[in-house]
């Protein structure tokens, strides 16, 4: 405990000055000093004055277009948590989160107006109130350019890889390439920490660096009798890179499978990019059709994701191309992705992001979807 510094700061926007009264109230009982705005415009200049541990978004805000504040919001740097209060139909609120989640805000949930204290303070765990921030979720940003290029010039930029399984059979099929941050004082840095703070040719640089590494580790695992496709994210930029692109070719037969995991915001970027993006994308041979983790957790409660994934299975079968299920937490969850034609499953309920070397004990396992959470020696469903 911090006793010293002073109370957490809750910015709240909403329309309804009964309920950011209540609300008020409600926050200072656990802790936190809370500001009250009508007007998202002064709500912006607060964060950017004093950035908040976490901000309240009433959905109900005037002629405000919600999904305009979270981008608005997202634009001032801001990386800490959001709360949203709904009044409006549930799916209009999940949809909210999923935006704020693909603008790298930390998203709390949304609760429904009243709000009870109880399902606050419930929600407010993860704030850990008047403790400090997790790295990531500071205020300010913990490196400086020159630290990056310091990470750069160190080597210290590692990859971790999660397993994604077969459904049908458990077996090992391929990976997804994660990069860490292996930092000298601080230990191992998720990359929330870091790549938002990035420069392009950085990025791109990268890009190069996670390409040729994860090409290296697959070729070791081939050598041992373990193959596996690997994943890699790229962005639009790399898109436009012709030499990246060309790295990504420069691979034998017998190498295991690439796969450039394009998210959908990267395709569907025409209007900031012009159509070269979109005929880029016609000309990649595409493989697999990924499902988001925001569909797959909660499958067995919200027939609305169910209906999506079932929807991008069915695509992916009149396509021919495998369809990847993300963000397996519930190993329950498994029978309904099969059910509904999903090919390949990764989750924390699964396996977790592991070292190279580690990859090779789980696929070299008759079963290794189900032995994989054994030899991580932790329990399924769990997550960080």
């Not at 580790?217 to 050598?223: G, N, P, T």
Request: proline residues 6%; aromatic residues 4%.
């Amino acid at each position: 405990m911090y006793d010293s510094s002073p109370a957490p700061l809750a910015l709240v926007l909403e329309a309804d000055p009964d309920v950011a009264a209540v609300l008020s109230l409600q926050f200072e009982v656990l802790g936190l000093e809370t500001r009250y705005f009508q007007q998202s415009t002064a709500l912006l200049a607060a964060v950017a004055a004093r950035p908040p541990r976490l901000v309240v978004l009433g959905l109900e805000f005037g002629s405000e277009d919600g999904f305009a504040l979270l981008r608005h919001l997202a634009a001032t740097g801001y990386r800490d948590w959001v709360l949203l209060l709904s009044g409006v139909e549930r799916k209009i609120a999940r949809i909210a989160e999923r935006v704020g989640h693909t603008l790298g805000l930390q998203m709390l949930g949304c609760l429904d107006k009243p709000m009870r204290l109880s399902e606050l303070r419930r929600c407010l765990d993860n704030l850990r109130v008047g403790c400090r921030a997790p790295l990531e979720a500071r205020g300010e940003p913990l490196f400086s350019a020159d630290d990056l290029e310091q990470a750069f010039i160190r080597d210290e930029l590692t990859l971790h890889y999660q397993p994604q399984f077969e459904l049908a059979t458990g077996r090992l099929s391929g990976v997804e390439a994660l990069v860490r941050w292996a930092h000298p004082a601080l230990g191992l840095i998720g990359p929330a920490s870091f790549l938002p703070l990035l420069s392009l040719d950085q990025g791109k640089r990268l890009t190069r660096h996670v390409l040729a590494r994860a090409q290296a580790d697959a070729a070791v695992w081939l050598r041992e009798g373990v193959s596996a496709s690997v994943s890699v994210n790229v962005t639009a930029d790399d898109l436009m890179c012709p030499d990246l692109l060309e790295l990504a070719c420069l691979r034998s037969p017998e190498d295991p499978p690439l796969v450039l995991e394009i998210t959908e915001t990267a395709a569907m970027q025409d209007e900031l990019l012009g159509s070269e993006v979109a005929a880029r994308l016609q000309l990649l041979p595409i493989s697999e059709l990924k499902v988001d983790r925001s569909f797959v957790q909660h499958l067995q409660e919200e027939t609305q994701d169910a209906a999506i994934v079932e929807a991008v299975a069915l695509l992916g079968r009149r396509l021919g191309i495998r369809v990847v299920a993300e963000g397996v937490e519930d190993p329950a969850s498994l029978a309904l992705l099969d059910r509904f034609g999903c090919t390949h499953v990764q989750g924390y309920g699964l396996a977790r992001p592991m070292p190279a070397e580690a990859i090779l004990e789980v696929g070299s396992t008759q079963d290794s979807m189900r032995a994989s959470s054994v030899v991580q020696g932790e329990p399924l469903g769990s997550t960080p």
